[in-house]
């Protein structure tokens, strides 16, 4: 473990799975199996670098809107995933977390992760943030009809309203906001990922595609992030 390592969690979006398989001149999902299982290695990385949340982003509200073929490939890997990985996740002793509108999941994936969460609940080293059927602005105004509601019941008065108050009602109320934001692929936006949390967060954007990032890299942005000067962000 690092102890000069400042950094408590580090949030990724994934990108560039579909792109690293078309270079390959193979279909899509390819990229997507060869990123699921970049999932493990880089999870164990951090782990060995000290960092307590890791906030992986695996699928988006927008990414519902993929053809039926892919949706599905992309549901029936995270079926896989989670019935293959979740015995090294325990002797990881990872905790497992799921952020996002898990209504919109099949039945079967809603019950499969909240087993998983319920069974890996006291695991210490690290928490594994999985952010599936997840938008930030979806999960604001979802924030926002729950203060609305609480307001109307009398349970809190619009005066107390505070930052607090948000972040309680956050699906991300019992983690620490990102030290770290890294996307993969050169793309350099949000894409609808943690917008109120990350208000502080130092981002960094790379060239590499989600299955070719590996501990070299991570090792080298958490460096590069402890040599930043920062400011106003929450510990
Ligand atoms: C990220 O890779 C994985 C998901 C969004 C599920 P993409 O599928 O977005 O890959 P590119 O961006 O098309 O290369
Ligand atoms: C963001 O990547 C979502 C995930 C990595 C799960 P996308 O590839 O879906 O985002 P856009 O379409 O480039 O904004
Ligand atoms: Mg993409």
């Known amino acids: ?73 992309l549901m029936n890997l995270l079926r896989e995933y989670l019935d293959k990985e979740f015995k090294e996740i325990m002797e990881n002793d990872v905790r497992l977390l799921f952020i996002g509108e898990k209504e919109m999941l099949s039945p079967d994936i809603q019950e499969k992760i909240s087993e998983l969460e319920e069974k890996s609940k006291n695991n210490k080293s690290l928490t594994l943030c999985v952010a599936l059927s997840y938008g930030s602005r979806q999960e604001i105004l979802s924030a926002v009809k729950k203060i609305a509601r609480d307001a109307i019941n009398g349970d809190i008065k619009i005066d107390n309203i505070s930052m607090e108050t948000i972040e309680q009602s956050l699906y991300t109320k019992d983690i620490p906001d990102p030290d770290i934001l890294i996307r993969t692929s050169g793309e350099q936006r949000i894409s609808n990922y943690l917008l109120w949390q990350l208000a502080y967060t130092e981002l960094f954007f790379t060239n590499t595609l989600w299955p070719d990032f590996n501990k070299e890299e991570l090792t080298d942005i958490i460096q590069q992030f402890n040599n930043r000067e920062r400011r106003y962000g929450k510990n």
């Open 1 to 73: 473990m690092n102890e000069n390592n400042s950094c408590k969690h580090i949030a990724i979006i994934m990108d560039g799975n579909g792109r690293w398989a078309k270079k390959r001149g193979m279909p899509r999902t390819f990229g997507h199996k060869k990123g699921a299982e970049n999932v493990i290695n880089i999870t164990r990385a951090m782990k060995e670098s000290g960092v307590k949340y890791l906030t992986l982003y695996a699928f988006s509200t927008e990414n519902w809107k993929r053809t039926e073929d892919e949706v599905m490939a």
